[in-house]
Nanobody, 127 residues
């Protein structure tokens, strides 16, 4: 089992950059493929970005591609979401998720595929 704790959220202005972190407990972080999702008020949770357990492959949603980058540091048991050129429509609660994976290159884009979730961190982008 793994526990996930997100941090780095807050109030930012449109055009700014922000980095979210997700710290995972335990010693088996390298067994998990990781993902970031977000949920805006009144909307369903949506996929943002995902990374394989090896870190060799990643994928981002079209809405954030070119602006957001996911990465992971196995030594620190942490996955990051670097966000740049933020827009007001990026305002949401951002969740980190982990999936036990037997593949070192697979990433996962569906929330139903993930096994563990963090509590979320709020990102508010003002105009």
């Amino acid at each position: 089992q793994v526990q996930l704790v997100e941090s780095g959220g807050g109030l930012v202005q449109a055009g700014d950059s922000r980095r979210l972190s997700c710290a995972a407990s335990g010693r088996t972080f390298s067994r998990y493929a990781m993902g970031w999702f977000r949920q805006a008020p009144g909307k369903e949770r949506e996929f943002v970005a995902a990374i394989s357990l090896s870190g060799s492959r990643s994928y981002a949603a079209d809405s954030v591609k070119g602006r957001f980058t996911i990465s992971r540091d196995t030594a620190k048991n942490t996955v990051y979401l670097q966000m740049s050129s933020l827009k007001t429509e990026d305002t949401a609660v951002y969740y980190c998720a982990a999936k036990v994976s037997s593949s070192i290159i697979s990433y996962y884009t569906s929330s139903s595929e993930y096994d563990y979730w963090g509590q979320g961190t709020q990102v508010t982008v003002s105009s």
